[in-house]
């Protein structure tokens, strides 16, 4: 990584630190200049203002959001064919990845960031939004591909399961930091996928032919 790269991400990990620990507002850029050992003018090289600076924050947290997940559900699709088989599993290890995470989860950066959005621009804003539209449509598309295969048990509308899972993982952030426990997030993921599979399991054992469910 080039000298200016280094200082980049220095900065981004600074900064990210302290929104996650006390808001994007109580972050100055004095203590993020401070703590990285660099002048002003060389937060400015990087970052023009606070919302370009939340522009970078959101778009690393994008880039790893998309890398995690790509990796979590990808080895769930190559573990089952089967729609359902893969969303439960899926998030059974997201949830395994969480647990096993040292301290728990830091939190959440797009929560933190939509809490104090008078604080950022038109730009910014839409930028939490789109992240937050594109996890729910990430999910959204499973469930889909799961309702095309399996009838539900009550009449759910895919978009409302997918938003469940979302809040469930969010909120679950969210609860974690709040009672100090980080048992909760992986246990509240745990709670959706089990919420998803009571909506479809039946119907995907009734598939399955009497012999197979005598053997």
């Not at 100055?28 to 401070?34: K, T, W």
């Not at 950066?109 to 950022?120: D, G, H, K, N, W």
Request: hydrophobic fraction near 45%.
């Amino acid at each position: 990584m080039r000298k200016g790269n280094e200082t980049r991400e220095r900065i981004l990990d600074i900064a990210e630190a302290g929104v996650l620990a006390k808001g994007f507002g109580a972050t100055s850029i004095d203590e993020i200049i401070a703590e990285a050992g660099i002048t002003k003018s060389g937060f400015f090289y990087h970052f023009h203002d606070k919302n370009e600076l939340a522009r970078g924050l959101l778009s690393r947290h994008r880039s790893r959001l998309e890398q995690l997940v790509g990796e979590v559900f990808g080895r769930a699709a190559e573990l089952s064919d089967d729609p359902l088989q893969r969303l439960l599993i899926g998030l059974t290890l997201f949830a395994e990845h969480m647990a096993s995470m040292p301290g728990g989860h830091p939190g959440c950066l797009v929560a933190t960031m939509s809490y104090q959005e008078q604080l950022f621009n038109r730009e910014v804003r839409a930028m939490v939004n789109s992240i937050v539209e594109e996890w729910n449509a990430f999910f959204r598309g499973m469930v889909e591909k799961i309702v095309a295969a399996y009838p539900l048990r009550e009449p759910v509308d895919p978009g409302r399961i997918a938003r469940n899972i979302t809040c469930a993982i969010d909120g679950g952030i969210i609860m974690s930091k709040s009672l100090g426990d980080p048992s909760v997030l992986p246990e509240q993921m745990l709670m959706a996928r089990n919420y998803v599979k009571m909506l479809f399991q039946p119907a995907a054992l009734h598939a399955v032919p009497r012999e197979a469910l005598a053997a």
